[in-house]
T-cell receptor, first 114, second 112 residues
Framework: DGGITQSPKYLFRKEGQNVTLSCEQN?????MYWYRQDPGQGLRLIYY???????QKGDIAEGYSVSREKKESFPLTVTSAQKNPTAFYLC?????????????FGPGTRLTVL | ELKVEQNPLFLSMQEGKNYTIYCNYS?????LYWYRQDPGKSLESLFV?????AVKQEGRLMASLDTKARLSTLHITAAVHDLSATYFC????????????FGKGTKLTVNP
């Protein structure tokens, strides 16, 4: 089955720790995206990548880092510099530039800081 | 900077009634999407609207787009409990980056 997988589903972090959220897709999509959702809010873009080995900051990139070494994978690291990381994190992908296809979303990772 | 506003943010309605959710956006865009989110779940794509005057329907939901007014509507006909969810509109920024800007969502509750 083609789709987007995120792991883990739930993640607990202690203050001062870095954690990495996984996002993998087997849809052969070029572009991948990371969003953050806070309760009662819409989604805000953290980082996006339109091609392997290249990525751009979104609207709320501070305290986060990403890599795109493979087309299928776009991991997000939440660093200790992120002041309030507790949120629901969603990864998405689409065919990328010049495409009219919508973004498809993974199941999400819920991160809680203890 | 593209801004997207939805209203209402909360909507409680009775089964069998009709209602409309509105999505306004501030700058030109050539695409608008509607998504549904159930509690604790991810986003499910409902509609992709590509051009002025576009209208799409799926079951009891109908979405339309007026690019001149920078307005999209999601109309609910004869609501049923299964439609209870949060609905988001999202607009693509111009320039080829494919970035989406989301509204804050409309939480719909359909009561028996």
């Amino acid at each position: 089955d083609g789709g987007i997988t995120q792991s883990p589903k739930y993640l607990f972090r202690k203050e001062g720790q870095n954690v990495t959220l996984s996002c993998e897709q087997n849809l052969n999509h070029d572009a991948m995206y990371w969003y953050r959702q806070d309760p009662g809010q819409g989604l805000r873009l953290i980082y996006y990548s339109q091609i392997v080995n290249d990525f751009q900051k979104g609207d709320i990139a501070e305290g986060y880092s990403v890599s795109r070494e493979k087309k299928e994978s776009f991991p997000l690291t939440v660093t200790s510099a992120q002041k309030n990381p507790t949120a629901f994190y969603l990864c998405a992908s689409n065919l990328g530039r010049s495409s009219y296809n919508e973004q498809f979303f993974g199941p999400g990772t819920r991160l809680t800081v203890l | 900077e593209l801004k997207v506003e939805q209203n209402p943010l909360f909507l409680s309605m009775q089964e069998g009634k009709n209602y409309t959710i509105y999505c306004n956006y501030s700058t030109t865009s050539d695409r608008l999407y509607w998504y549904r989110q159930d509690p604790g779940k991810s986003l499910e794509s409902l509609f992709v609207l590509l051009s002025n005057g576009a209208v799409k329907q799926e079951g009891r939901l109908m979405a339309s787009l007026d690019t001149k007014a920078r307005l999209s509507t999601l109309h609910i006909t004869a609501a049923v409990h299964d439609l209870s969810a949060t609905y988001f509109c999202a607009v693509v920024t111009q320039g080829g980056s494919e970035k989406l800007v989301f509204g804050k969502g409309t939480k719909l509750t359909v009561n028996p």
